[in-house]
């Protein structure tokens, strides 16, 4: 079975450029959650989604950063402008329980690097 | 409020020798506990957790794991550390109220000397 995979795993971009981030979670999980980690800090949440829909999206730093998840499918992390302050590791997760006892699955995260 | 803090950003042991990171937890609900391991260029992936069962949590490459609800403590230990333990450690809550958000600790690195 495939795990969860991220797309690109590093990007480079100057500031004021777009990029865009994609999961690919594991197959009928239908929560896929995205995190980041800034300069060698915590691991944040971003943004959790139950199929299409957005449950909780209080973790998204500002409207620069938007989130999709077309068809409960794949998902796709938009940065637009990109910041200094953006570049980091952006991890995506996913599980087939909403529960919190549930076990989150982990890609290999994007790292973003912004000039 | 949900936080945890990992004591040691950085620990370094012999081989052979034991394994012990420290991490504590502040929750306001009953908490569910995860530590999670990171290798170089590798996502995350779960060591073992705590769900409100046995407070002794065993699980997998010989790790294990104590809740202390006193001390609000979840340390993770391993009897005789290996080469291949070298990685970055997450302590992770999660919120019981919630559906799976969870609150990372800010990560130990474990370096392992031959």
């Known amino acids: 079975e495939a795990g969860v995979t991220q797309f690109p795993s590093h990007s480079v971009i100057e500031k004021g450029q777009t990029v865009t981030l994609r999961c690919d979670p594991i197959?009928?999980?239908?929560?896929l959650y995205w995190y980041r980690r800034v300069m060698g800090k915590e691991i944040k949440f971003l943004l959790h989604f139950v199929k299409e829909s957005k449950q909780d999206e209080s973790g998204m730093p500002n409207n620069r950063f938007l989130a999709e998840r077309t068809g409960g499918t794949y998902s796709t992390l938009k940065v637009q402008p990109a910041e200094l302050e953006d570049s980091g590791v952006y991890f995506c997760a996913s599980s087939s329980t909403g529960g919190y006892t549930g076990e989150l699955f982990f890609g290999e995260g994007s790292r973003l690097t912004v000039l | 409020a949900q936080s945890v803090t990992q004591l040691d950003s950085h620990v370094s042991v012999s081989e052979g020798t034991p394994v012990l990171l420290r991490c504590n937890y502040s929750?306001?609900?009953?908490?569910?506990l995860f530590w999670y391991v990171q290798h170089p260029n590798k996502g995350l992936q779960l060591l073992l957790k705590y769900t409100s069962a046995a407070t002794l949590v065993k699980g997998i490459n010989g790790f294990e794991a104590e809740f202390k609800k006193s001390e609000t403590s979840f340390h993770l230990t391993k009897p005789s550390a290996h080469m291949s333990d070298a990685a970055e450690y997450f302590c992770?809550?999660?919120?019981?109220?919630?559906?799976?958000?969870?609150?990372f600790g800010s990560g130990t690195k474990l370096n392992v000397k031959p």
């Open positions: 929750s306001s609900y009953s908490p569910s």
């Open positions: 992770v809550v999660s919120d019981g109220r919630a559906f799976n958000k969870f609150y």
């Open positions: 197959s009928g999980h239908d929560n």
